[in-house]
């Protein structure tokens, strides 16, 4: 199975608009932009994923393209572990692509030897669960009445957690958010919060201690994620468990010394940021070789959130599949809905991803190809 080409193609998809209040950067996204990769091999065989574009699939499928088709052409596809050795290397020197550059071509090389062995990703992978609780994320919400409306919606479909990402303006109208996202579900829903780095070490340690009053889950990302010495400090004065990694490149080395001096209670990664599927099994078991969870992080793009759910199946040490909501803002680009009922994830049969890419929409989406 030698690649014989590297096709991507620049995506934009109107039916995907998120206010700027959503985005605490402020800039409405009037339509996602995206990339699809596909790899295609000499006996015919092809697969194709999505990719994270940020703001431009333009630039970023350009970058993508200029350093990993020539990287890719001639390698066998069944090599995903020589090719991802490889590629840490040759990015070092010369590349320097951005952290979700790299994943589709790893998810792509996986598809295809699930495919060629007539086996479901998850259990090609090594399955360890048919099924998995799902809980939904919010976007960056007006007040907290809009939040425990929310999540009263989350609630009222089924769906097992719901997570907050506040406005981080003050950590006194977040902690408010909080107690009134509590005061909506009850006491018995479970709740997790994520405001993304935008406190200082003493206003997370306040933070943290609220949310303990509260009964949150978890206490993800309140400060950065390369801010060693502060994570390490909050999560051994806290008791609610304190979560990172997501945004750190170079996983699953750059997570190592979070976990071995205890930076964090539980790490991050996911098949978009984290060098594919390939880096996301080194996170998660090197995770599982410190007792730690590896929390599995949404893709936001269904078709990767797909390949997150085979990665559900396969990882031991993750707790739930994420979604962000609303859910129907991001679901496009599959052919059938994720297979989710009363706010359960179940593992596809057939074999690679399971479920076929939406090549109507993608065609409909496409205006460029590098």
């Not at 006996?43 to 350093?67: I, N, P, Q």
């Not at 009445?145 to 919606?153: H, T």
């Not at 509590?182 to 997370?204: C, H, K, N």
Request: proline share 5%; aromatic share 8%.
């Amino acid at each position: 199975m030698k690649i014989t080409s590297l096709d991507i193609r620049c995506c934009r998809h109107d039916g995907s608009s998120i206010p700027g209040a959503s985005m605490r950067d402020g800039q409405a996204q009037k339509a996602m932009e995206f990339l699809v990769y596909t790899i295609t091999c000499d006996d015919g065989a092809s697969a194709s994923m999505f990719g994270f574009a940020g703001r431009s699939a333009l630039g970023a499928g350009h970058l993508a393209a200029a350093s990993l088709r020539e990287f890719l052409i001639g390698r066998d596809a069944l090599d995903r572990e020589r090719a991802w050795q490889d590629w840490r290397t040759a990015d070092r020197w010369w590349h320097h692509l951005p952290i979700y550059s790299y994943g589709p071509v790893d998810c792509c090389l996986w598809i295809l030897g699930a495919e060629a062995a007539s086996q479901p990703l998850w259990r090609y992978i090594g399955g360890v669960r048919q099924e998995v609780p799902v809980y939904c994320s919010s976007m960056v919400l007006a007040d907290a009445d809009a939040y425990a409306a929310e999540a009263k919606a989350v609630q009222a479909a089924g769906m097992k957690a719901y997570k907050t990402h506040p406005p981080g303006r003050s950590v006194d109208e977040d902690i408010e958010i909080h107690r009134a996202v509590r005061a909506a579900v009850g006491d018995d829903f479970t709740l997790m919060a994520d405001p993304v780095q935008p406190y200082t070490l003493e206003e997370a340690v306040r933070f943290g201690r609220e949310l303990e009053k509260l009964g949150y889950l978890w206490l993800e990302e309140p400060l950065p994620d390369e801010a060693f010495g502060a994570l390490r400090e909050l999560t051994r004065v806290l008791d609610i468990p304190v979560v990172g990694t997501e945004v750190l490149a170079k996983h699953p080395y750059s997570v190592a010394e979070c976990l071995a001096t205890r930076v964090v209670d539980v790490v991050r990664a996911d098949p978009s940021w984290t060098g594919g599927i390939t880096g996301t099994l080194k996170t998660a078991r090197l995770a599982e070789a410190f007792h730690a969870n590896c929390e599995l992080h949404t893709t936001i793009l269904h078709p990767l959130e797909l390949v997150n759910l085979h990665l559900n199946g396969a990882v031991a040490n993750s707790s739930y599949f994420e979604l962000l909501w609303p859910i129907d803002t991001f679901a496009f680009g599959l052919a059938k809905p994720l297979p989710i009922k009363g706010g359960i994830a179940t593992m596809p049969e057939g074999p690679g991803l399971g479920i076929d890419l939406d090549w109507d929409l993608i065609d409909n989406a496409t205006f460029a190809q590098v």
